[in-house]
């Protein structure tokens, strides 16, 4: 042994106070959106078995839920919606008094402009088949037929009150479409956050018992592939050209290196959702007592920003702030 080390990077790891000092990432409230499914005619919110401590909120625990995440100072809450009946074109989404408009509305109500409220803009939990978009006579997603039904989805919530609506569909055009469908009716400052990169992810699992999802088969000819990374970047790219004003990539911990490809090459805000199935492994692990649940929590999100998501949807998000687990 000759001498002693000339840099010891664990000096600067040496005690709480000093990691604190020179951490380069945080998790801050106003950073994290949480997803919020509200389900019409229930009476009392249901748990939902596959998402452990995520609800099925009825209307009033949902203005609950919403007065909540303005008081921790979210960044905004993401509203879906849970009908109860649905049907081949997904109307009960363009239906005023359908469960997702009158959602967005109790939320605006609540909150008015403390807290953004926003508005997933896809058919899938109204048609009855499950799928993104109509069906054309083979049964294939018609593309352009569902960028019409799209358009009017985006009317109708901005008119309930979105402050701004989440086009999650993965259909080619979708955000040029809403964007002019918001401009015609005036409603140039409800700003578009675009499911920009969203993939055919098996992660997606509990959502489709969160949502009563329908759907027979998968998304694959809308959805990305997995394997595909360039393809994410060209999603993202077309979006932000069409208007978007926020990009998203979906999942977020399996896709991080999607992250900092979006973040160089659009000059929008990048957001990054963590989605159901990543919120099952943890919980499922935790209560095994594999993992510790808290840390566990706090580090995915951490990672989620560190690889470069300014804004990340999170179904933990006011258990974050309010246990200050960040
Ligand atoms: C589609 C939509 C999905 C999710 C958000 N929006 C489901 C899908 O594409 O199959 C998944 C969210 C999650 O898993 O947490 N409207």
């Given amino acids: 042994m000759t001498g002693f080390p000339a840099h010891r990077p664990r000096r600067l790891r040496s005690s709480p106070a000093m990691r604190r000092l020179v951490a380069e990432t945080s998790v801050e409230p106003r950073q994290l959106v949480l997803p919020m499914f509200v389900a019409e005619g229930l009476t009392e919110p249901r748990p939902i078995s596959s998402m452990p401590g995520v609800v099925q909120h009825s209307r009033e625990s949902a203005r609950h839920a919403v007065r909540e995440a303005a008081a921790l100072g979210l960044g905004g809450v993401m509203l879906f919606g849970v009908p109860e009946h649905k049907d081949p074109t997904g109307s009960g989404a363009l239906d005023p008094d359908g469960i997702l408009n009158v959602a967005i509305a109790d939320a605006r109500e609540e909150v008015g402009d403390d807290l953004l409220v926003m508005s997933d803009l896809c058919l899938d939990e109204f ?15 018609d593309n352009d037929a569902t960028l019409e039904l799209y358009a009017r989805m985006g009317v109708a919530q901005a008119r309930a009150g979105a402050h701004l609506v989440g086009p999650s569909g993965m259909m080619d055009g979708q955000v040029a479409a809403v964007r002019s469908a918001l401009d015609a009716e005036s409603h140039q400052d409800v700003a578009i956050l675009a499911y920009a990169a969203k993939y055919a992810s098996a992660f997606y699992g509990p959502f489709r018992e969160a949502v009563d999802s329908s ?10 592939d997995p394997a595909n990374r360039r393809e994410a970047l060209r999603e993202a790219l077309l979006d932000v050209q069409e208007g978007a004003d926020i990009a998203m990539v979906k999942p977020a911990m399996g896709y991080l290196d999607l992250l900092p490809l979006v973040r160089d090459h659009v000059t929008v805000p990048v957001a990054a959702y963590q989605v159901s199935g990543e919120y099952a492994m943890v919980e ?18 951490t990672s989620i920003r560190r690889a470069g998501a300014d804004i990340v949807l999170t179904y933990w998000a006011a258990e974050l702030v309010e246990q200050l687990l960040i």
């Fill in 284 to 301: 499922a692990a935790a209560e095994r007592g594999w993992i510790d649940r808290d840390r566990a929590i706090a580090e995915s999100i």
């Fill in 127 to 141: 048609t009855d088949h499950g799928h993104c978009g109509v069906l054309d006579d083979a049964g294939r997603v």
């Fill in 215 to 224: 759907l027979q088969g998968d998304r694959r000819t809308y959805q990305q």
